[in-house]
C-alpha cells in the first residue's frame, strides 16, 4: 500500500491521498486538486444517465417487473372457498356431480347450470371424408399476402419512407477532426462541414449538444425541413429531411452503431485510406437494411410530438442585423458561458467589467451572423432555429426571425413555442426603424434598443413569456 509523509508535520497518509494534511492542513505535493464540474458537465451527465436509462430498457423492465407482480398477486388470489380443518373429511365432492361443485364456489356471479346431456352416441357419428387435393398457385380460395422490401438508392434526391410527408435527402458522418467518413449524396456532403461549424459555434455559446437545425426557403414560402445531429466523443452524424422527432433519433442511433461496428479497433483519428475505403463498401448495404426496417416500424412509433418540460422563455440576448452587419447586440442576462474571451486583468482599465461585457457581444455577433451566413450560403435557405440539448427535454436555441431586409436574432433557452408573443413584442418596436436600408447610423437604433433591453430583463426577471 502506497504511504507518504507530511512535509509540514510528518503525519504518515496512505492512499488514496488528500489533498491536504488532516492534520496540518498543509498541501501535500503531487496530489491534484480535483477539477470543479461546470453545469454543462452537471446537464450532461444528467442528461446521459436518463438517455442511457431508456435505451437499457431499465424503465420498461421495471414496469415489466411491476405487471408480472400484480398478475402473481392475481393468480394467487383464492377463487374458491377453502374448507376450514374442521370440515375436513365430511364432505366429499363427486366430480361427476357439476352442480356441487359449483355451489361452494364464493363468485356470486357464477350461474350453476344443469347437467350437460350427452351431444350424440357413438353411432351418430357419420363417416368422414379427408380430401387429397393439393393446393396449386392459381387457387382462388388461398390468398397470400407478401410484403414487398423496397428498393432503395441512397444517391437519390429524395428517398421516400413509407409515407407521404416523411423523406431523407441526406445522411452522413465525419469525425470530430473534420474527416469525411461516408455521405449518401454528394450534392448534399457540405452538410457534414456545415454540421461542424455549428457544432464547434453552437456549443462553444449555448455549452450543449448540437441538436437539430429548422430550415426554410429564404422567401419564407412552402415548406421547411430538419436536420438532425448526434455527437460523441468521436463523430457528428447528419441525417437532414422530414420525419418526427422519435424516428430521427432511432436512425441516428443506428448508424452510430453500424460505424461503431465496422470500425470496431481502429484509431479515429489516424484512420488509413483501406479504413476507409472498407466503410464505403459495406456502410450503404447496412444503411438500405436500416431505412426498411425504418419503413416497417412505422407503426410502432409515436406521431406526437415531445413537449418541452419547460413551462417559460428566457432572452440571453438579443441581436439584429442587416446583411450581416450587426445593428444591434446585447447580452441580456450572465447565464452564457462563453469560451474564447481573454481574462478580466484588475490592473487594466482597458479589461474593465463593461469591456468584457462589449467583447462578449461582439463575439457573439460575430459567430450567429457566420453561423447564419454559412447556411444559407449552403443550403440556400434560412436556419428558422438552431437547437442545443442541455438535458433531457431541456434545450437552448439559437432564433432567428426576418423583419423585411433586417433579421433579429435570439439566444433562447426554454419551451420554444412561447416564442411568438416575444416576436410579436419585438416587431412592433422595430417596425419603423427597420423600414429602410442600414446606412451606418445608429441613433434611431439607440433610441428604441434601451426599451427593448429593458423589456427583456424585466421579463427575465419573471423568466416566463407564458
Keep these: 500500500m502506497e504511504k507518504k509523509k507530511c512535509s509540514q508535520c510528518g503525519y504518515l497518509l ?29 446537464n450532461r451527465e444528467k442528461s446521459e ?35 376450514d380443518q374442521s370440515d375436513k373429511g365430511k364432505i366429499e365432492l363427486n366430480p361427476d356431480d357439476f352442480s356441487k361443485n359449483l355451489k361452494i364456489q364464493s363468485n356470486p356471479d357464477i350461474v350453476i347450470s344443469e347437467k350437460i346431456e350427452k351431444l350424440a352416441e357413438d353411432n351418430e357419428v357419420t363417416d368422414m371424408h379427408i380430401s387429397k387435393d393439393s393446393a396449386s398457385d392459381s387457387d382462388t380460395r388461398i390468398k397470400v399476402k407478401l410484403k414487398e422490401r423496397k428498393e432503395i438508392n441512397l444517391s437519390n434526391t429524395k428517398i421516400e419512407l413509407g409515407k407521404k410527408d416523411e423523406y431523407l435527402k441526406f445522411m452522413g458522418i465525419i469525425t470530430k477532426e473534420r474527416t469525411e467518413i461516408y455521405y449518401s449524396n454528394e450534392k448534399l456532403k457540405y452538410f457534414l462541414e456545415l454540421g461542424s461549424n455549428l457544432d464547434y459555434i453552437a456549443t462553444s455559446i449555448l455549452s450543449g449538444e448540437l441538436d437539430r437545425m429548422m430550415l426554410s426557403p429564404l422567401d419564407n414560402g412552402g415548406y421547411e425541413e430538419i436536420c438532425y445531429f448526434l455527437s460523441d466523443r468521436d463523430f457528428l452524424y447528419v441525417i437532414y429531411g422530414n420525419f418526427p422527432d422519435m424516428k430521427a433519433a432511432w436512425l441516428l442511433n443506428n448508424m452510430k452503431t453500424l460505424i461503431k461496428e ?24 447496412r444503411v438500405k437494411f436500416i431505412l426498411n426496417e425504418y419503413i416497417k416500424l412505422q407503426d410502432v412509433f409515436t406521431e406526437r410530438k415531445l413537449k418541452s418540460l419547460d413551462n417559460f422563455l428566457r432572452v440571453d440576448y438579443f441581436g ?44 457573439i455577433t460575430a459567430k450567429v451572423e457566420a453561423m447564419a451566413a454559412n447556411t444559407v450560403a449552403n443550403t440556400q435557405m434560412m436556419p428558422n432555429w438552431i437547437s442545443v440539448k442541455l438535458g433531457f427535454q431541456h434545450y437552448r436555441f439559437i432564433l432567428f426571425s426576418k423583419l423585411g431586409n433586417y433579421y433579429i436574432s435570439l439566444l433562447i433557452e426554454g419551451n420554444l413555442d412561447l416564442q411568438e408573443r416575444i416576436l410579436k413584442k419585438l416587431n412592433g418596436w422595430l417596425e419603423d426603424v427597420t423600414q429602410k436600408p442600414f446606412t451606418g447610423v445608429l441613433e434611431e437604433f439607440k433610441k428604441v434598443q434601451d426599451g427593448i433591453v429593458e423589456y427583456l430583463k424585466e421579463q427575465h426577471a419573471n423568466a416566463s413569456f407564458n
Design 49 to 83: 444517465n436518463v438517455e442511457n436509462k431508456i435505451f437499457n430498457g431499465e424503465i420498461i423492465k421495471g414496469q415489466l417487473k411491476r405487471k408480472e407482480e400484480e398478475k402473481k398477486v392475481f393468480e394467487n388470489k383464492p377463487i374458491f372457498k377453502t374448507l
Design 320 to 363: 439584429l442585423s442587416y446583411q450581416s452587419i450587426g445593428v444591434i447586440s446585447k447580452i441580456i442576462t450572465n447565464e452564457l458561458e462563453i469560451e474564447g474571451l481573454p481574462p478580466i486583468d484588475p490592473d487594466n482599465d482597458s479589461s474593465s467589467d463593461f469591456n468584457q461585457q462589449e467583447m462578449a457581444e461582439a463575439l
Design 14 to 42: 496512505v492512499a488514496p491521498f488528500p489533498v491536504n494534511c488532516p492534520k496540518c492542513n498543509e498541501r501535500i505535493p503531487g496530489v491534484e486538486v480535483p477539477k470543479k464540474k461546470t453545469r454543462r458537465m452537471l
Design 262 to 285: 465496422i470500425l470496431r479497433g481502429k484509431d479515429v483519428k489516424n484512420l488509413s485510406k483501406l479504413d476507409l475505403y472498407n466503410v464505403k463498401q459495406n456502410f450503404p448495404s
